[in-house]
C-alpha cells in the first residue's frame, strides 16, 4: 500500500478492460495513476464470452496482437437456431479474416487482462491489487478520492475514474447511478472452459493453425428465453456459455446451470464437445439496458466507464470494445481537464460528449428499441425457429410425399399457428427494432 | 462428455474463502414471505438455500457476479458487497 495520504492525478478502479485502458493511455501520458482492483492480479475477477477485436484495442495498445496473449483469430462467424431437436446453420468465413491484422481475436480474460497490466505497469502507473474500494471521498460535490478496506487505506486524487464493473458499487454511491438495474435490463450469463486437444478443434471446426471460429446459437439454447448461447474457440479449450435476461430466468424459474447443461447437451452441440474436460466455470452479469441503460456518466471528480456505464452493444456481442473506446475518451477528458485544472462536471463532461458522438453510441441508439421489442415477442425464441427448423425438416425429407404438397403443408401449419397479420407485425416489428 | 454437478465444477475453480461471509440476508422473516425465494435457483453455484425454514448463504463458492443483488432488489433484503480484496474466487481462464 502507498503511503498516508498519498496524492495522485487519477484513481482508477478496477483492472478491468475499460479501467486499465484508462490507465494505460493516462500512464502514457505522464500522469500519476494508480489502478485499485480487488482481485489477486488484474484479469482474476474478470469474465467474458470472450471475443476482442482488433481496431479499438489497437487505438489503446498499437500492434498489441504481435505480443498479447491472444487464442484465435477469428475467421467463421456461425449463427445457430435451435429447437429441442434441430438446429439451423448459417456460417459467413472470408479469406481476410484470415490475414494480418486479424479482425478479432478469442481470448481468455484472465490472460489477456494479465498482460495488459503488465503493460500498464511499464507505462508508469501502479497497480494496488488485493484491495477493494469501499466508498469516495467527497470534499461537497467533489469527488477527492476513495477508501479502500485497508487501513490508511485512503487515497486522493483530483479525479475518480470508476471501471468496477456492472456492479459498479461506486457509481451508486455516489449517486451517477440512481436506480437498481431492472431484472429486465440485466442477463446472466454461465459459461464452461472445455479442454480439447488442440488437432481435434481444428477437426471440428474446419480451421488450420490459429484460426479459430465462433458460434452463437439462439431459442433453445436458452429455453426459449430472451439470450444467446455461444461457443468460442481457443487454443487448446474452447468456451461455451448462455445467458438469458434475469427477468426472464426468475418468471421460468431456471438454474442458470441447468440451462448450460441442457446446452452442452444439444445433438448440434455435444459432439463438438466430446472427449472434452471442464476446467473453470464462470458466471458474468451483462448490462443489457442498451442506451436506456446508460447512467449519469460524470460529475464533479468523477467518469464513469465500461461495465459499470452500462456500455454494451449486446445485439453484436460487444462490449470489451465499448469498454476500451469508453476508457480512451475518459483518458482524453481527463488531459484537456488536467491542462485546464478544472476537474467540476463541466469540464469532465467532455467524456460525456465524446461518448455520444462516439460510433458505439450511434449503434446503441440504432438498437435502442431492440431489448423491449424481443422480451415482448417471444415468439423469436420459439415459434419461428420452430416453423423454420420443421419447414426444412419437411422439405428435405423423401417420403412419397410430393415436393408442391409438403410447401402446402409447412404454409398452413404456420398459418394454423399464427395468424398471418401477426407473422407480418412481428416481423415489421423486427425489422424496425433493428434496421 | 461426462456431465459435472454443480459442486464438481466448483472444486475446478479457485477460491480462497472469508471466514465471515460477504453476502447477509437482513431479514430472515422476509424471506418466509416472499413467494418467489428467486435466489435460491438464479444463483450459478446455488449459495442461497431454503433449510429449515430459512435462508442459508454458502457464500464460499459465489462467483461474485451479482445476480442474486439484482434478483432481490424488491425485497431489498440481500446485503451485498465484494469479497475483502484478496478473498473470493480467483478465475485462471475468465
Excluded at chain 1, 33 to 39: D, K, L, N, S
Excluded at chain 1, 42 to 50: D, L
Excluded at chain 1, 63 to 74: G, Q, S, T, V, Y
Excluded at chain 1, 183 to 206: C, G, M, N, S, Y
Aim: hydrophobic letters at 40%; one cysteine or more; proline letters at 4%.
Amino acid at each position: 500500500m502507498t503511503e498516508h495520504g498519498e496524492r495522485f492525478d487519477v484513481i482508477v478502479v478496477g483492472a478491468g478492460p475499460a479501467g486499465l485502458s484508462a490507465a494505460y493511455l493516462l500512464a502514457k501520458a505522464g500522469l500519476k495513476v494508480v489502478v485499485i482492483e480487488r482481485g489477486d492480479f488484474p484479469g482474476s475477477k474478470n469474465v467474458m464470452g470472450g471475443i476482442l477485436y482488433r481496431q479499438p484495442t489497437e487505438e489503446i495498445i498499437p500492434d498489441f496482437w504481435r505480443k498479447a496473449p491472444l487464442e484465435r483469430h477469428i475467421v467463421e462467424t456461425q449463427t445457430w437456431v435451435l429447437t429441442e431437436k434441430a438446429a439451423f446453420k448459417a456460417a459467413h468465413r472470408h479469406e481476410s479474416f484470415a490475414q494480418e491484422p486479424y479482425n478479432s481475436f478469442s481470448v481468455l480474460r484472465a490472460r489477456f487482462d494479465k498482460w495488459m497490466g503488465q503493460q500498464v505497469r511499464e507505462a508508469g502507473a501502479l497497480i494496488v491489487s488485493e484491495t477493494v474500494v469501499e466508498n469516495a471521498i467527497m470534499d461537497g460535490d467533489q469527488v477527492v478520492g476513495v477508501n479502500t478496506g485497508r487501513p490508511d487505506g485512503d487515497l486522493y486524487a483530483e479525479v475518480v475514474i470508476a471501471a468496477d464493473g456492472v456492479n459498479s458499487l461506486l457509481a451508486q454511491k455516489v449517486g451517477l447511478r440512481k436506480k437498481e438495474i431492472p431484472t429486465h435490463e440485466a442477463a446472466l450469463a454461465v459459461k464452461e472452459v472445455i479442454a480439447l486437444p488442440r488437432e481435434v478443434i481444428q477437426d471440428r471446426f474446419q480451421v488450420t493453425g490459429d484460426q479459430g471460429v465462433t458460434i452463437e446459437m439462439y431459442a433453445d439454447a436458452t429455453w426459449g428465453m430472451v439470450g444467446t448461447g455461444f461457443i468460442y474457440t481457443n487454443k487448446d479449450s474452447i468456451s461455451i456459455g448462455c445467458g438469458s435476461l434475469i427477468s426472464q430466468l426468475v418468471e421460468r424459474g431456471v438454474t442458470p446451470n441447468d440451462l448450460l447443461e441442457h446446452m452442452k447437451s444439444h445433438p448440434a452441440v455435444a459432439p463438438l464437445l466430446e472427449g472434452g474436460e471442464t476446467r473453470e466455470y464462470l458466471a458474468h452479469l451483462i448490462p443489457e439496458g442498451g442506451l436506456h441503460g446508460i447512467p449519469k456518466l460524470s460529475t464533479h471528480g468523477m467518469l464513469v466507464i465500461g461495465d459499470a456505464a452500462m456500455l454494451v452493444n449486446s445485439m453484436h456481442r460487444e462490449g470489451s470494445n465499448l469498454a476500451m473506446l469508453s476508457g480512451k475518451f475518459a483518458a482524453e477528458a481527463v488531459l484537456r481537464a488536467k491542462e485546464w485544472k478544472d476537474f467540476s462536471a463541466e469540464a469532465l463532461g467532455y467524456y460525456d460528449q465524446l461518448i455520444r458522438d462516439s460510433f458505439f453510441y450511434k449503434d446503441l441508439y440504432k438498437y435502442r428499441n431492440m431489448g423491449r421489442f424481443f422480451e415482448s415477442h417471444p415468439t423469436f425464441f420459439g415459434f419461428y425457429p420452430d416453423l423454420l427448423n420443421e419447414a426444412c425438416r419437411e422439405m428435405l425429407t423423401v417420403d412419397g410425399v410430393s415436393k408442391r404438397s409438403k410447401q402446402r403443408r409447412i404454409f398452413w401449419d404456420a398459418l394454423r399457428r399464427r395468424m398471418p397479420w401477426r407473422m407480418a407485425l412481428d416481423f415489421y416489428g423486427m425489422w424496425r427494432s433493428i434496421a | 462428455m461426462k456431465q459435472l454437478t454443480l459442486e464438481q465444477k466448483l472444486f475446478l475453480n479457485g477460491f480462497r474463502p472469508d471466514r465471515e461471509s460477504h453476502l447477509r440476508i437482513i431479514d430472515q422473516a422476509k424471506c418466509r414471505e416472499c413467494k418467489l425465494r428467486q435466489c435460491t435457483y438464479i444463483c450459478p453455484v446455488n449459495t442461497y438455500r431454503w433449510e429449515n425454514d430459512q435462508i442459508t448463504v454458502f457464500f464460499e463458492g459465489c462467483l461474485e457476479c451479482g445476480a442474486c443483488r439484482i434478483a432481490c432488489q424488491e425485497c431489498k433484503n440481500l446485503e451485498w458487497s465484494y469479497p475483502r480484496g484478496g478473498f473470493g474466487v480467483n478465475y485462471r481462464t475468465g
